[in-house]
């Protein structure tokens, strides 16, 4: 009994040496040598034929896999450091040379951290590695970089000069105006670094996107892609001071000139960097504005007040619209009775300009002038328009009360110097309401439904008599009958 059970004791000892020798053996014979590569570094990003380029190569032979293995290109850490979960690139293109050979046409991840020390490495989907990928000059660590931004930049809101208290410090920060446009700024892209530099020489240890300075001098940033950063582009020159006492030195600059014209929105007023400010305007201060920057659209004295921390500076500009001004001599809310009319008219300078008035949101056919006769109760408003130089506009409304009926009342003048066609009310102009105009010789001018007070459609000529005219309004409101007198 006992050499049975050591007899079969044996025999599994022998078949699980066996099983183990044999996987042994068929791991060890699964083997991918990877050849050196064309790149010396991996620079993408850069604008080739109006595109950033990303599109690299590894070649490499294998043996002892499966027909259905796939290979990938893996990407270490930015230390070199292969991880647990691997990073893969982007496999873009998969070319069979022989059985035992393929090439991959590959991409670097847009959000990949750049440095100058990755590897790379191919991997099967079997978990088989080959050694390290050796670059061009036979280097198995070299830069690994995606530039997101290959573009101008700028920095203290692109002012050459900044000032700062002596014995304090002020901030240079990237600028990025409008954050909703990912391309406009190198901040909108995380993964980036700086390097900064201070009279052309580097400033140890800074990479962010933001520099707190405390000496004077002339500073600037630069995207750190590492050494792929040859031809990249750097940001404008800061020229920087130290005050003492009062005395800092401070300005305000305006994003769209002075004059300015606002047919583009507002400008921007944008102070020396400091610590904080107090804005105002005609010497009155602009309540809740504490930033460095202020938008408007209105000219005046602009004063700002900045705080260095320990000494103060102020500065101040007369900003002048060439846009222009306007005025209206009604207002915002007035009264007319029944069978009254209301002479209404703007004053402007602007250059070549022109009008429109418009009654509960409508366009008024025909009125173009500076002045327009209020016949009935609403809401008007007026637009007048500069045609030349700076190209603006300004807007006057108000509201035309009266009793209940005045918004029924049917005109029995038409003054052609103040409007040149017969308004009526909203009320009779729709789709059920026949509007009839009779000459005084009996003769039918106008039999229409959905009148749109465009009538006369041309030129009366009127002699010695202001000719009448009877209208017929016939409709859900009512059936309305009356003269029409036409005036020069």
Same mark, same amino acid.
């Given at each position: 009994?006992?050499?049975k ?7 599994s000892l022998?078949?699980?040496g066996?099983f ?5 053996q068929?791991?060890?014979?699964a083997?991918?040598?990877a ?7 991996i620079?993408?990003?850069d604008f ?5 380029f990303? &599109? ?8 002892g896999? !499966?027909?259905?293995?796939?290979? =990938?290109v893996?990407?270490?850490d ?6 647990a979960s691997?990073?893969?690139?982007n496999?873009l &293109?998969v070319?069979?040379?022989?059985a035992t ?9 847009v959000?990949?951290k ?22 061009f000059g036979?280097n ?5 970089y ?16 900044a000032?700062?208290?002596?014995g304090?410090s002020?901030t240079?920060?990237?600028d990025n ?10 901040v909108?892209y ?5 390097i900064?530099?201070?009279d052309?020489v580097v ?10 300075v405390?000496t ?12 792929c950063?040859e ?6 020159r ?9 005395g800092?030195?401070v ?8 004059p300015?014209? =606002? ?9 020396t960097?400091?610590?904080s400010y ?5 010497g009155?201060?602009?309540s809740?504005v504490?930033?460095?920057?202020? =938008?408007?659209? &209105?000219?005046g004295?602009?004063?700002?007040d900045?705080?260095? $921390?320990?000494?103060?500076?102020s500065?101040k500009?007369?900003l002048i ?5 306007a005025?209206?001599d009604v207002?915002e809310e007035?009264?007319?009775n029944?069978? &009254?009319?209301?002479?209404v008219?703007?004053?402007?300078d ?5 009008y ?18 209020v016949s009935?109760?609403?809401n008007y408003?007026?637009?007048?328009s ?8 300004k ?8 009793? !209940?009926g ?7 003048i ?5 409007s040149?066609y017969w ?10 309401t ?14 229409v ?9 041309? $030129?009366?000529?009127i002699k010695n008599?202001?000719?009448?005219y ?6 859900d =409101? $009512? ?5 029409i007198t036409?005036?020069?």
């Open positions: 009994m006992m050499k059970t050591t007899l079969s004791l044996i025999k022998l078949f699980l066996v183990f020798f044999t996987v042994y068929s791991n060890a014979q083997i991918i040598s050849s050196k590569s064309d790149f010396v570094n620079c993408a990003g080739v034929n109006g595109k950033p990303n &599109e690299y190569y590894a070649s490499f032979a294998y043996s896999f !499966p027909a259905d293995v796939t290979f =990938a893996e990407i270490s930015e230390n070199g450091n292969f991880l691997p990073v893969f690139a496999t &293109e070319t069979t040379i022989s050979q393929q090439k991959i046409k590959f991409a670097i991840p959000d990949l750049g440095s100058d020390g990755y590897s790379l490495r191919i991997r099967s989907n079997n978990g088989i590695n080959s050694q390290r990928i050796r670059n036979n198995d660590s070299y830069s690994i995606y530039k997101n931004y290959v573009d101008l930049f700028s920095i203290n809101n692109q002012s050459a000069t000032s700062f208290c002596s304090g002020m240079l920060s990237i105006p409008t954050p909703a446009v990912k391309e406009s700024s190198p909108n995380p993964n980036l670094k700086y900064w530099y201070k052309e400033v140890s240890g800074q990479s962010a996107a933001s520099l707190t405390n004077p001098g002339s500073y600037y940033a630069k995207i750190d892609y590492g050494k950063s031809n990249n582009w750097s940001s404008n800061v020229t920087v001071t130290s005050s003492s006492g009062s800092a030195s300005s305000i600059s305006s994003s769209l000139g002075n300015f014209c =606002a047919d583009g929105g507002n400008t921007i007023l944008t102070a960097s400091g610590n107090i804005w105002k305007k005609d009155v201060v602009i809740g504490t930033s460095r920057t202020y =938008a408007t659209n &209105e000219a004295v602009y004063t700002v900045v705080n260095f $921390g320990g000494c103060s500076g500065a500009i007369n619209s060439n846009s222009f001004d005025s209206i207002a007035t009264t007319i029944e069978g &009254e009319t209301l002479s008219s703007v004053t402007d602007a250059a070549s300009p022109t429109e008035w418009y009654l509960n949101g409508n366009l008024i056919a025909g009125a173009t002038g500076d002045t327009y006769l009935f109760r609403g408003r007026v637009k007048i500069q045609a030349g130089g700076c190209i603006s506009s807007e006057f409304s108000f509201k035309v009360n009266g009793p !209940p005045l918004a029924t009342v049917i005109p029995n038409i003054k052609l110097s103040d040149p308004n009526i009310p909203d009320v009779y102009r729709n789709e059920n026949k509007v009839i105009i009779i000459s005084s010789n009996g003769e039918k001018v106008l039999d439904v959905n009148y749109q007070s465009d009538w006369p459609q041309s $030129g009366l000529d008599v202001n000719p009448v009877y209208y017929v309004i016939k409709g =409101a $009512g059936e309305k009958k009356g003269s036409v005036l020069k």
